[in-house]
C-alpha cells in the first residue's frame, strides 16, 4: 500500500464530510432538529473523529518504517549483515528460536529496567515516561523481551518482600568483594560556649560492611511440545517460574541469612540490641510496644521517606485485628488497607501511618522470637552482580525429548546501620 497516496485521500475524504457538516449546521441553525437531522450530524462528526484517527496511524507507521530505514543502515555500517538481520527479529521470535534451540548463546536478562519501570510505575510516571527511561541502559537494545526481563522481575519482586521494599539496591558488572564504611558510633559535637572556646566532641568510630557475590540458581525441565506449541507464552511461562524460584531462595538469606557463605540477613545483622521486649506475647502488649519499638528508632531514620514494618504474614493478620480502644479490642482498626496492594505499580498497607511488607521468613509469634522489625529499610543493601542470565540444554534429556534451561543470579546483602532499625522480641519478663 502506498501510505503517502491514502493518507491524501483519506484528508480529502475529511474534508468533504466536513463540508457536509458545516452545510447541515447551517441549515438548521436557529431552529430546534429533528431526530432525524441530529442523527446525521452525529454520524458525520463520528466519521471525522474515524478519519483523524487512521490518518494518525498511518502517519505513525510510515514515521517508524522511515526510521526504523535508517536504523538498519546505520546498524549494517556498524555491526555488518549478519549481526543486523540477526536485530531484524522480533524480541518475542528470536525468545522462541533460542528456546528451540535455533539460537545460539545465552539470554542475558537486565532486571534494572524491569525494577526502575516498577518504581516508575509506583511514582505515577505515564507510559511515554516508562518507555523513554525505564529501559534505557545507555546501551545497545537487548534481543531479549522486556516481557521476560518484567516477567521474571515480579515475580521475584513477589516473592521476595526486601525487593518490594525501599532497600538500597546496588548493581555491579563485575563480582568483586565490595566494601563499604560503617559508622560504629555517631560522632557528637559539643556547643561552643564563648568565644575563643575550644572545640569538643566525640569521635565517630568506624567499621565496614563486605558485600561479596553468592550464586543462586534455578533449573526448569520443558517438553519439547510446549516449546513448539506457538499458543504457549515462553517468555511469561519462564519468568514467572525462575523469578518465583530466585525470589523464594534469595527471601530466605535476605532475611535469616548468617553472612557465612550466604548473605547477611536482615533480621540476623539486627541482632539483639536495642530490641523491644513486649512480655511475652504480641497481641497482649496491644498497640503500645509497637509505638515503643517506632519510637526507638531515631526520627531521622523514621521520617526519611523509607521507613516501614517488615513481619510475617501470620503476624501481620493478628495486628490487622488490632483496634485504637479498649486495649485494642473495640473502636477503628489500626490497619489502614491500601487499594491498590497487589496490583502492579500498588502501594502496601500501612500501620500506625508506615508501610507494611510481610516475608514468610521472618519468625512467627513465639516465645523469645523476634517477629517484628521497624526502620530505615534503605539501610539494607542489596548487591546483584551482572545480569541474570538463563541457558539452555537439551542434551541431559535427549531420551525424554526435554529441554533444560537454568537461570543464574548473583547477590548478597546486609545491614549497613544497625541503629536504623529495631526489633520487637516476644520475651517473658
Known sequence: MDIRAHVIALNEDRARVVSELRADLDATQGRERNQEEIAKIAKLDARIDAIDVEVREFVTRETRETEAAALREST??????????????????????WAQGRQSGELVVDLRGAQREREMLRHGASADEIRALAWDTGSAASLVPTTLARTLYEYMEASNSLFRAPTT???????????????????????????????????????????????????????????????????????RDMGRALGRKTATDFVTGSGAG???????????????????????????????????????????????????????????????????????????????????????????????????????????????????????????VGNTTIERDDSVGFATDEVFFRAKLRVDSDLIDTTALNVIAQVVT
Open 169 to 239: 539496591k546496588v548493581y555491579t558488572a563485575g563480582g568483586e568483594t565490595m566494601v563499604f564504611p560503617r559508622v560504629g558510633a555517631h560522632a557528637i559535637a559539643t556547643q561552643v560556649s564563648g568565644q575563643g572556646t575550644a572545640f569538643a566532641g566525640t569521635d565517630p568510630t568506624f567499621a565496614k560492611m563486605t558485600l561479596d557475590a553468592f550464586k543462586y540458581g534455578e533449573l526448569v525441565k520443558v517438553s519439547s511440545e510446549v516449546l513448539s506449541d506457538s499458543g504457549i507464552d515462553i517468555a511469561s511461562f519462564l519468568g
Open 262 to 384: 550466604q548473605p547477611n540477613g536482615l533480621m540476623s545483622a539486627l541482632g539483639g540490641s536495642g530490641t523491644i521486649v513486649t512480655g511475652g506475647s504480641l497481641i497482649t502488649a496491644t498497640v503500645e510496644k509497637l509505638i515503643d519499638l517506632q519510637f526507638s528508632v531515631a526520627d531521622e531514620y523514621r521520617n526519611g521517606g523509607s521507613a516501614g514494618w517488615v513481619m510475617k504474614d501470620s503476624t501481620a493478620g493478628t495486628l490487622r485485628k488490632l483496634r485504637d480502644g479498649a486495649g485494642g479490642t473495640i473502636g477503628a482498626f489500626l490497619w489502614e488497607p491500601s487499594l491498590t496492594n497487589g496490583i502492579q505499580g500498588g502501594t502496601p498497607d500501612r500501620l500506625l501511618g508506615f508501610p507494611v511488607y510481610t516475608d514468610s521468613n521472618v519468625a512467627a509469634q513465639g516465645s523469645a522470637a523476634k517477629s517484628v522489625a521497624f526502620g530505615d529499610l534503605s539501610a539494607f543493601y542489596i548487591r546483584v
Open 76 to 97: 549494517m555500517k556498524v555491526f555488518g549483515e549478519a549481526n543486523t538481520t540477526r536485530a531484524a527479529v522480533s524480541a518475542d521470535q528470536y525468545l522462541r528460536e
